[in-house]
């Protein structure tokens, strides 16, 4: 059995992440000329900096290509570590843009996106069409990668140990921390990780009390992209991904002692329904951290010069 379910679970998370990355590629193609500049431009005022952020992360469904971007740009000398701060907290504001989306339940609409975007995409009247029907494909194959998750998740229910494991973690908030931040290291995808919660959270493996410390260290552990891909730039460049792992780490640290009084919260807005509740978490979570966080950027910029000197 448990051989079928992480297969299973393998073959899902392998179909969510071509959805992702044909996601990601169609929305460059149509963009990829203007993209550069358009980020620059839009990091002239600190708000305008996070909605940016919030914008292409939300677009290109992947916070990760947003850092790994920002990166290159600080490394290319287009913008600064301050603005790119503003860009790097928008995105992970933006990244919970795709957990959003899962969480309303239009799967008997896939069928037919699925339909429309594989006719777009070789009929080729022009490359506008093809790139709609690429990001149509995309989209459909997120979806059905969750559904071949959930199915292979679902004899989990039988294994005592799992469940012994979920319980855990309401009580000892590190743990879950630790497991999220492991495996989204692991998988260099923090919205898969989350697609994964909600869908043990759909068939009741999960309840939003042990998601909210997995998802905290979901967070951290999708920093570790955005560090690899700065071991090839400058200063500046590993300055960029450090930020990134700070304001991460910063944000979990504060709402640590909260983390119960946040999870009812989430609970109070959407009672009934536990996958959107984890998507609530998500982005509340992010939300939460750039309203408390905004006041520090000037902080961590400095701190980042003094870890990479």
Same mark, same amino acid.
């Given at each position: &059995? ?28 149509? /963009? ?14 600190? *708000? ?31 913008? =600064? ?10 995105? =992970? %504001? !933006? ?5 959003? *989306? ?33 990001? *149509? ?11 071949? &998750? ?25 743990? !879950? ?17 989350? #697609?994964?919660?909600?869908?043990? #959270? ?6 939003? /009390? ?13 920093? %570790? ?5 700065? &071991? ?16 991460? %780490? ?5 709402? /640590? ?11 109070? *807005? ?16 992010? %939300? ?22």
């Amino acid at each position: &059995m448990l051989f079928s379910i992480l297969i299973g679970t393998f073959l899902g998370v392998i179909l969510f992440f071509i959805g992702m990355f044909l996601l990601t590629h169609s929305i460059k193609a149509l /963009y990829s000329k203007k993209l550069k500049k358009f980020i620059a431009t839009l990091t002239i005022h600190p *708000l305008l900096g996070i909605f940016s952020g919030i914008v292409i992360t939300a677009l290109m469904q992947s916070s990760s290509a947003t850092s790994i971007l920002v990166v290159s740009l600080v490394n290319s000398r287009v913008m =600064n570590l301050y603005q790119a701060a503003f860009i790097l907290m928008g995105a =992970n %504001v !933006g990244t919970t843009f795709t957990a959003q *989306l899962i969480s309303f339940d239009f799967f008997f609409l896939i069928p037919h996106i699925l339909f429309l975007g594989v006719l777009l995409f070789f009929l080729r009247w022009n490359p506008l069409s093809k790139n709609i029907g690429k990001f *149509l494909i995309a989209f459909s194959f997120l979806f059905l990668g969750i559904k071949l &998750m959930v199915a292979s998740l679902n004899p989990l229910k039988d294994l005592m140990h799992f469940k012994t494991l979920m319980l855990s973690i309401e009580h000892q908030h590190l743990k !879950g921390i630790f497991i999220g931040a492991m495996t989204t290291a692991v998988i260099q995808s923090s919205s898969t990780s989350i #697609a994964t919660l909600q869908g043990l #959270a759909h068939i009741g493996l999960i309840d939003i /009390y042990q998601a909210v410390p997995i998802i905290m260290g979901q967070n951290i552990g999708t920093c %570790v992209t955005t560090l690899f891909s700065s &071991m090839a730039t400058n200063k500046n460049g590993k300055r960029a991904a450090i930020i990134h792992l700070l304001f991460n %780490v910063t944000g979990t640290i504060f709402l /640590y002692p909260f983390i119960h009084l946040f999870s009812h919260f989430v609970f109070s *807005l959407t009672p009934l329904n536990s996958i959107r509740q984890i998507a609530n978490a998500h982005t509340l979570f992010n %939300v939460f951290n750039v309203i408390l966080l905004l006041p520090f950027v000037k902080l961590f910029v400095f701190t980042s010069k003094k870890i990479i000197r």
